[in-house]
């Protein structure tokens, strides 16, 4: 496997108050940020706490047995996996950089149907 680190140095919250996943990347080295920015919403602009990371990892890893157990329960696991991407990841609220480790074909996953195939297969 290998070690995931969900870590941004610029980021925020979304408009929504809600912490999304903009860099799933599990070789990039995180680096403090020099100065918050400040713009939009109060909850968009809030940094991004420790427990913040530790909850938004928590819920990353339980969506993927969410996922896992539909699938083997013969339910609809790819309306499982959609449903916890668009909870998780930041797609539709700004740029989102999604690099799975091995992929190679087509190493970045710029939209949320590109995604898909991460979760899903495909």
Request: glycine share 10%; charged share 20%.
């Amino acid at each position: 496997m290998g070690e995931y680190i969900f870590t941004d140095a610029t980021s925020k919250r979304c408009a929504d108050g809600k912490v999304r996943i903009c860099l799933h990347h599990s070789s990039v080295p995180f680096q403090a940020p020099t100065s918050p920015k400040v713009s939009g919403a109060a909850a968009a602009t809030a940094l991004l706490t420790e427990n913040d990371v530790h909850e938004a990892q928590k819920a990353w890893g339980n969506a993927i047995k969410a996922i896992t157990k539909s699938h083997q329960q013969k339910q609809d696991f790819v309306a499982t996996a959609a449903k916890a991407a668009g909870e998780l990841y930041g797609y539709g609220h700004g740029n989102v950089l999604f690099k799975p480790t091995k992929a190679t074909k087509n190493p970045f996953r710029p939209t949320a149907g590109d995604a898909m195939s991460y979760f899903v297969g495909g």
